[in-house]
């Protein structure tokens, strides 16, 4: 835990060390305490902005941690003490694009449903705001996928948007 150094929103910067999702930490304690042999919980650092970028695409495998580290990135900028150390330039918005169920009904398609958020988030969007997506875009054909993500990350990196898109797309 630390207390974090707040910057100038106007820096758009993060430096965070040891980042965990919380909602794991008691599971987590508790585990370590009977565990004390293994290899304690992995905790991670991410940089946005700066002299780095400001958009990371996360790949890995099922259960490898990637949503586990998208709620951790975005906990973190709404209560940046979850780390060894931080220093951040606060986010106007907190967006998040994490995959629902597929509902019926007219123009309700898993697909449908997520460009219109992202169409919803685009108009709302700042180069203040933070961006976490979850295994967004998944549901049509691997081609339309990636043509689809990448468009969309071309939009958000040109508006100047930090964020983290998981996903299982390597192309």
Do not use: W
């Amino acid at each position: 835990m630390c207390r974090p150094k707040i910057l100038p929103a106007g820096e758009r910067k993060a430096v965070i060390k040891d980042i965990f999702d919380p909602v794991y930490f008691r599971e987590a304690r508790i585990y370590n305490l009977d565990h004390k042999e293994k290899k304690s919980v992995v905790t991670n650092d991410i940089t946005m902005g700066g002299d780095s970028e400001g958009f990371y695409v996360l790949t890995g495998a099922n259960n490898g941690g990637k949503t586990t580290f998208l709620r951790a990135v975005g906990l973190s900028d709404n209560g940046a003490d979850r780390a060894s150390y931080c220093e951040i330039s606060l986010v106007d918005y907190i967006y998040t694009q994490f995959p629902q169920e597929e509902k019926t009904g007219i123009d309700t398609s898993r697909f449908t449903t997520e460009i219109k958020e992202f169409r919803e988030i685009s108009d709302t969007i700042t180069a203040n705001s933070l961006l976490l997506m979850n295994e967004s875009i998944q549901s049509t054909t691997p081609r339309e996928c990636v043509e689809v993500a990448c468009e969309l990350l071309r939009i958000f990196c040109k508006m100047g948007v930090r964020g983290v898109f998981a996903t299982h797309l390597v192309d």
